[in-house]
């Protein structure tokens, strides 16, 4: 079968977390040794594997249809796509990462001006340069290889601008946050030109609702029980579902089944509940999709 689209996954830190995302969306990609050219379930798509640093850059210009990469690295390069969806996952959290100003935790700049004259080191020099230069900070931007964090320890930097989710390995680095720079996630991105052929888009858009229903289904779980006629209204007033529970009665009995979708944050103190209004033989499911 001919290929439609030649797919950017991520390499690094989000290469895992994408390819399990891909996996509970319905995609299998198989990431053999060092090839850059993974295997895919699917005769439609070729993978390739690029840096989410420059996938915006490769997908700009054609050689790549689609990928995943995040919005600072867009940001980054200024890069003409099209932003097909938001994906908010990663390997730490599902909420958005954030770039931020850190400085020694015992330093006395406590604000961006107070960083006037000094030297930044970041992976994100283009976007920490012009981020300074509108608000008319003069500073020394460096290019940063990795290790970030510890320029600042090592004296070759007196501020860092870095990513960060949970600041553990900031303050780990005995580093304080004086600003928050921008917040990112993860966007599937397009070739423009590419999202205006027909036959492209449509499998573009199929990646993107099936890894949209995936991550939606990560957050929910399904629950089924059985529940006494005389306790079927109060069980039913208590699930925070999606829509109405479906309910079904059980053969030849006066009690009933019930199935709802609910919040996986709601579902330990829920059961509890559901047993003490009367609700028996309770299973909860991990649920795939949800569309």
Excluded at 59 to 72: M, N, Q, R
Aim: with cysteine; proline share 3%.
């Amino acid at each position: 079968m001919e290929k439609l689209i030649k797919l950017g996954i991520p390499k690094g830190s989000l290469q895992e977390a994408t390819v399990s995302l891909f996996r509970r969306s319905g995609w299998k990609i198989n990431v053999n040794g060092r090839s850059y050219f993974p295997d895919i379930d699917d005769d439609t798509i070729e993978c390739a594997l690029c840096r989410a640093q420059e996938m915006s850059i490769n997908v700009e210009s054609g050689i790549i249809d689609a990928g995943l990469t995040g919005l600072d690295w867009i940001a980054e390069h200024g890069s003409d796509v099209h932003v097909v969806t938001d994906l908010v996952y990663s390997k730490v959290s599902e909420r958005p990462a954030r770039w931020v100003v850190a400085v020694a935790g015992d330093s006395d700049i406590n604000t961006l001006e107070d960083l006037e004259g000094k030297t930044i080191s970041t992976e994100l020099v283009k976007y920490t340069k012009r981020f300074f230069k509108e608000r008319s900070i003069n500073v020394n931007v460096k290019f940063s290889w990795g290790a970030t964090e510890a320029k600042i320890v090592s004296g070759l930097a007196d501020a860092i601008v870095e990513i960060t989710e949970t600041e553990s390995t900031i303050r780990a680095h005995n580093l304080k946050v004086i600003h928050e720079v921008m917040e990112t996630n993860t966007q599937l991105i397009a070739n423009k030109a590419s999202w205006e052929d027909p036959k492209k888009r449509e499998k573009i858009e199929q990646i993107a609702m099936l890894l949209q229903s995936a991550l939606r289904a990560g957050k929910l779980v399904g629950i089924k029980m059985n529940v006494p006629e005389n306790k079927l209204v109060k069980i039913v007033s208590l699930l925070p579902c999606l829509n109405a529970p479906t309910i079904a009665s059980l053969y030849q009995s006066d009690w009933f089944s019930v199935e709802s979708i609910i919040d996986i944050n709601v579902v330990r103190d829920l059961i509890p509940l559901l047993l003490k209004e009367g609700a028996e033989g309770i299973i909860e499911y991990p649920l795939n999709k949800v569309i």
